[in-house]
């Protein structure tokens, strides 16, 4: 170790990752700052040391140590070898915890935490742990290792239960653990469900406060604070209700307060209805009076400009430096329907159905509406949120308090940007395992779009398709409309999952049966004929003239209880997955209340079959039901057969196999950093030259053909006598993206004439295309092949977004592309292929050999470990890559690097 005076000195040489600092949640839901260490921290991590107790300090050091000594070896770093993170708390920024790693060898590190007695117990090693692990392995430290006393039990824990692959054994006195730094889906999983923990502590403060305090309730008709406590007090929230008005003695016969500090009790949540300029002063008012849970109607924020984003800063540095949690600014506010709170803590003048859904709404006026909706269906809330400008609290919070909550049992989201994309899909994939997530995404088409070089970025700039991707892969059901999403969410609340995609018609008009069967077989259903002794029973039971092939319509002299018999005969005999009975009144002998009533008693033997209604009648009930047993009812079949396409994707995304992320074990990451590493310090536009991208795709064992760079003729006539047969010459042209295009690549040369001919042909069509020949790729003619694209572009919120498609010069033409988001799994492999339109070409078609299906999924999941453990891949393209049935060939293919974002801890809080 240097000595401390210079490491002090080296500290302050040296860039400082100020992109890595984030606040994160501790267990009891309130948020902690974290940062990286700087030099200047000396006589404040000084102050930190001697508030920490000897035990303490014994423990972490193995004995008595120099206060001094201790706080010049913490800030000695160089923020790769020797790392080091701080904790700050409170508005004067104290440090409570210090953790480090410093390196031990060439891929391992020790690591080590010191925390204030008065924080232990709050999850911040643990935090700082995961931290130092995704910083660590980002840097080529694979490996951790601790050494802690035995009676150190806390720390032991720590390690224990971290979710990082990990070993621990008693050597000599000394606890050893060695751990691994690497992210895998068991450590993010054990860190989300620490995460969701301190989540739901979080959220308790707003969706069951014990006490409200309302800072700007008032009378004046018309305002938002007289609303919000018209809301409180209507629907009988079971708290403790503390209007905050200087210039008022009583609100609504409520006792008034004429600020935060006056107010007699506890305060759990504030809503604050104030102008915008005053929203930071009030809230620093809250913090100071410990108030940890703040909810902020006001608008005038970031929506508004410039002004309103300073505010905006203002409000969440008054938060942060507090731990304090904030829904808002610019929301709708928050409703918890349960009868042991009974919170309404909006402005709406529509109250909140109780009922299974839970629904979050980004924008406040679409939340208004959305709450309309959810009355005019009937559809019961369990709790709405209106997040706002989604300055802390945010979707993926809210998803981790509803898998936990009995009273939700679908989710309902309306979208307009995501904080943090990746977590979203690792958090969605959970819970939608259990409980439905519905979500509209608005913003499909983009403003314009994004200038690409390459095949890929402008297959997947074209639109909304990562976003796609996302949801696909969660298992989030995306509606393209507000009356869809309701739609489905009006199924799936009340309906049992499809078993399978046979629906069974059953209608008293011909021609709404027609247009049902169409609508089902649009949305991918199937609506099967129905087995002969079937047909003959329902010949038996409905009027004569009745066709029972299915649809089945039964004529309009039907009667409500030829319905239900022909509906439960359906249900009994297992034919189907679904029921959609249609009801068309004006050719009708019988009513659609007693139609109602006739389905919603068959739907009460439905033994697990999904039952939907069209009543083309606008008198008829929206969702009647009989003993608890409710049968959605739609308007029109398009709607009910989308509705129940949906609820059928969603149920094969459950059944489908678990896919597996492969850890392969002969990739050469190191020295794939290290390739990565010399061209980012060469500068320039950040493309890989040929050799360079062979020599890359060599390490993770990509099939990328034999690649020769020459400078010129007679280097490339070596280079092909020694490759031996016909090659293919390309020529390397700054600027020339597509070489087919510019007459820069010629197949199929055979012998040193060939190849001097076509080494001059193409210097003559680049000089023409206004470029400069750099050199020659010689290549072996390969066999030929279906030609694919594999690409990625390394998305700045989602990651690496990875493409699979059509390839050749045809490739945007064709359009037919599958997207994933890293991590790919091989079911997530598998399943990109099979979607495309060329999928029948890799299967043998007309005759052809099938293509090895394997080689081409065995690329597929190696190119998505490569971009997962380099971010600084910003943009790849593979095309074309040839698959034939002895393998697959990658035959040309371009990378683009750029230095990678600054790591963030785990469960950072936006910024």
Partial sequence: MASTDEGAEKTNKLAYPSAEAADVVMADG?????????????????????????????????????????????????????????????????????????????????????????????????????????????????????????????????????????????????????????????????????????????????????????????????????????????????????????????????????????????????????????????????????????????????????????????????????????????????????????????????????????????????????????????????????????LDISGNDLLEYWELDPATDLILLYLESFGNPRRFGRLARRVGMTKPILAVKSGRTPAGVRASSSHTGALLSASDVTVDALFRQAGVIRADTIAELFDTAALMSSQPLPRGRRVAIVTNGGGPGIVAADACAAAGLDVPELPAPLQQRLRALLPPGAAVGNPIDMVATVSAEQYRQTVELLLREGVCDAVLALFVPAISATTAAEVAAALAGAAAKANGVTLAAVFMDHQAPRNAGVGGAVVPRFQFPEDAARALANAVRHSEWRRRPTGVVPAFTDCDRERAAALIAAALARGGDGWLGAEEVFDLFGCYGLPMIETRVVSDEEAAVAAAAALGGAVVLKGIAPGLVHKSEGGAVLTDLSGEQEVRAGARAIRAAVVRAGHALEGLIVQPLAAAGVEMLLGVVHDESFGPVLACGAGGTTAELLGDVSVRITPLSDRDAAEMLESLRIAPLLHGYRGAPACDIGAVTDALLRLGAMVEAHAQIAELDANPLLAGPDGALIVDARVRVRPAQAIRPLGALRN
């Fill in 30 to 390: 309130t948020s902690i700052h974290f940062r990286p260490v700087r030099a200047e921290d000396l006589e404040r991590l000084r102050r930190f040391l001697e508030g920490v107790s000897s035990d303490s300090m014994i423990h972490r050091f193995f004995g008595v140590a120099s206060i001094d000594w201790v706080a010049r070896w913490a800030v000695d770093v160089d923020y790769r070898e020797r790392y080091a993170i701080v904790a700050e708390l409170g508005a004067e920024r104290e440090i409570v915890a210090h953790g480090a790693y410093i390196s031990s060898s060439e891929d391992t590190a020790e690591v080590a935490f010191l925390v204030t007695d008065r924080q232990q117990g709050q999850g911040i090693a643990t935090l700082m742990l995961m931290h130092l692990a995704s910083v660590a392995n980002r840097h080529g430290f694979e490996h951790f290792t601790a050494e802690v006393l035995p009676d150190n039990l806390q720390m032991i824990e720590v390690f224990r239960n971290c979710g990082l692959p990990c070993s621990i054994h008693n050597e000599q006195g000394v606890v050893k653990v060695e751990l691994e730094t690497a992210l895998d889906e068991r450590a993010l999983e054990a860190f989300d469900r620490r995460e969701q923990a301190a989540t739901r502590n979080a959220l308790h403060r707003f969706l069951a406060p014990t006490s409200v305090a309302v800072i700007g309730a008032t009378e004046r008709p018309g305002s938002v604070g007289a609303a919000l406590m018209d809301n409180l007090l209507g629907t009988g929230f079971t708290g403790a209700i503390y209007p905050v008005n200087p210039h008022a003695e009583r609100v609504r016969g409520l006792a008034a307060y004429p600020s935060i500090e006056a107010v007699p009790g506890p305060v759990d949540m504030a809503v604050i209805a104030v102008p915008a300029p005053a929203v930071p002063d009030v809230a620093a008012a809250c913090a100071a009076a410990g108030v940890r849970a703040m909810l902020v109607l006001s608008a005038g924020f970031g929506e508004t400009g410039e002004a309103g984003r300073e505010l905006q800063e203002r409000l969440l540095e008054v938060c942060r430096h507090s731990g304090a949690r904030l829904i808002g600014p610019n929301c709708l506010g928050v409703v918890n329907t349960d009868p042991a709170v009974r919170l309404d803590a909006t402005f709406t003048v529509s109250r909140v159905p109780t009922g299974n859904v839970g629904m979050i709404s980004q924008s406040g006026g679409l939340g208004i509406a959305l709450i309309e909706e959810a009355n005019r269906l009937g559809l019961g809330v369990s709790s709405f949120i209106s997040v706002g400008n989604k």
